[in-house]
């Protein structure tokens, strides 16, 4: 590659990268904002609601292993 196509390539890849992680952490902190819909539309108490959330984190954290390999 040239040195302004690997230039435009490294600032995209970049990029990009940085949208996935807003993405991922918008995902992560927006359980607390969607609480009470999830609630009202799964028929759930605070305590199914906390395992629910304890799950999701869970499988967020565990999953970071193979992607942190893969990358």
Partial sequence: MSAPA???YIVSLVGI???VFMVSQFLRSS????????MEDLGLRPEGLGLLSGAFF???AFSQ???GILL
């Fill in 65 to 67: 292993i193979p992607v």
């Fill in 17 to 19: 990268l940085c949208l």
């Fill in 31 to 38: 359980t607390g904002v969607i609480a009470p819909n999830l």
């Fill in 58 to 60: 869970l499988s967020f």
């Fill in 6 to 8: 690997s230039r435009l």
